[in-house]
């Protein structure tokens, strides 16, 4: 049995095959280069990533000059959260192959963990140059440009993904989540503070004109979600985005009912409930008060993120709910942060 009757087996799944025989042709040939790779890929697909980064190590170690082993050892480390080591891994496979584009997009997102935003964007518009038909890099040169604070410009980087794609979710949530965001800082007329791709806080501050068109622009791309994903999905996440900006319109019923909604695929999200109870009392619905109230006075007991207790205290001593963490009810725009810096995993290709 030879290395190829491996490699088959490998793509077809059959890994513990796959692995015996590149056992026997390591142990007549330790050097294997091929051999030390592809076992190291399987070790990757088997979820053993410190042996499978020992094993790729080695095959480089044998061929230093081989690209795509440079960029698996560097997709594998940055699963093990060896972010600068990563860099300079796909830093030698782009070195040896200028137009790998894998291993830009992997390089950009380790690079946005480190917060070196710049570089990432270098490195993304270094993707879209050469494959300026590829939706993902689309996708995700907006996704950094919004958590630098260029909201303008990555709402044309999703719109080029949109025209290559009209139908992809990813950038519709993103688009209708930027949207929203910019809406919310321009009504509140105070500076904006972006979420920074590594999703732990403001990555610039800048001031914006007054839109209002983009409000109802969003709450339109949301209704498109609630029917492509959330109504089908079953993903709380497109409800909740959706109830949040209905609240932001004061459209109180269809707000309460999308949060309704987002309870029920995801009865754990507290934060909602607050919301909730805040929309009912705004419609002057007093059914759920008594439940509201003892549902958020225990969650904040809890120590969970709930609204601000106001509803609840609107008819009991504000002193028996006083929480010791008390959370703050900026609205959550959650996929902008995935987005941003959550497809920093290692990208891996067979070759």
Not at 110 to 139: M, Q, Y
Not at 266 to 280: E, I, N, T
Request: hydrophobic share 40%; proline share 5%.
């Amino acid at each position: 049995m030879d290395f190829q009757t491996a490699l088959r087996l490998q793509r077809a799944g059959r890994l513990a095959e796959a692995a015996e025989i590149y056992r026997q042709i390591l142990r007549r040939a330790p050097e294997h280069f091929d051999a030390l790779h592809a076992f190291g890929m399987l070790r990757f697909q088997s979820g053993d990533l410190v042996e499978a980064e020992r094993m790729i190590a080695a095959a480089l170690r044998v061929n230093p000059r081989a690209a795509d082993a440079h960029f698996h050892h560097g997709s594998v480390l940055l699963r093990l959260n060896r972010i600068q080591d990563s860099v300079r891994s796909f830093d030698a496979a782009i070195g040896l192959k200028p137009d790998f584009v894998e291993a830009l997009g992997n390089r950009g997102h380790a690079l946005a963990n480190l917060k070196r935003f710049d570089e990432a964007l270098a490195d993304f518009d270094r993707i879209v140059s050469l494959r300026p038909n590829l939706v993902g890099g689309w996708l995700n040169r907006g996704g950094l440009l919004g958590g630098m604070g260029r909201p303008e410009e990555a709402l044309a980087s999703l719109e080029r993904a949109l025209k290559l794609e009209p139908a992809n979710a990813d950038a519709r949530h993103l688009q209708a989540d930027l949207l929203f965001w910019m809406n919310r800082y321009e009504e509140r007329r105070r500076p904006m503070e972006p979420i920074s791709p590594s999703g732990r806080g403001p990555a610039g501050m800048g001031q914006s004109r007054r839109r209002p068109r983009r409000a109802e622009t969003a709450c339109r791309r949301f209704d498109l979600l609630r029917e492509s994903r959330g109504a089908q999905s079953g993903d709380a996440e497109a409800w909740s985005n959706c109830a949040n900006l209905l609240f932001e319109l004061k459209r109180f019923d269809e707000a309460s009912e999308a949060y309704r909604k987002t309870l029920e695929i995801a009865p754990d999200l507290s934060y909602v409930r607050g919301f909730l109870a805040q929309c009912r009392l705004r419609t002057c619905d007093w059914r759920f008060l008594a439940s509201d109230r003892a549902e958020i006075e225990a969650a904040l007991r809890a120590g969970k993120p709930v609204l601000d207790p106001w509803a609840a205290s609107s008819s009991s001593d504000r002193r028996r709910i006083s929480s010791p963490a008390r959370a703050s009810p900026r609205l959550m725009v959650t996929r902008l942060r995935r987005h941003a810096c959550g497809k920093a995993r290692a990208i891996v290709t067979k070759r």
